[in-house]
Nanobody, 124 residues
């Protein structure tokens, strides 16, 4: 079992930045691919970013490219999502997820463990 706890969400204005954190506990953290997904009201859950085990290669969804950065700290069992130039359309609940060698990083069905999410609201 892997337990994931997100934090760092909040209410910000357009153009602001936020850094989300996800801390993992349980089974060996550093053998899992870690991902971030988000879900806006009335919409399907969307892939944001992932960092692949074992080479820590980052991958981004179209909405995140150029603005978001995913990073991992194995010593702290944590993965981060730095979000810059936030837009109102980034408003969603952001979820951390983990999977062992998922064949498709952007497919939420490949992720075994999920956090409860953290709310991000971008509004003026």
């Amino acid at each position: 079992q892997v337990q994931l706890v997100e934090s760092g969400g909040g209410l910000v204005q357009p153009g602001d930045s936020l850094r989300l954190s996800c801390v993992a506990s349980g089974r060996t953290f550093n053998t899992y691919t870690m991902g971030w997904f988000r879900q806006a009201p009335g919409k399907e859950r969307e892939f944001v970013a992932a960092i692949r085990w074992p080479d820590n290669s980052p991958y981004y969804g179209d909405s995140a490219k150029g603005r978001f950065t995913i990073a991992i700290d194995n010593a702290k069992n944590a993965v981060y999502l730095q979000m810059n130039s936030l837009r109102p359309e980034d408003t969603a609940i952001y979820y951390c997820a983990s999977a062992h060698q998922p064949p498709i990083l952007s497919d939420m069905l490949n992720y075994n463990y999920w956090g409860r999410g953290t709310q991000v609201t971008v509004s003026s």
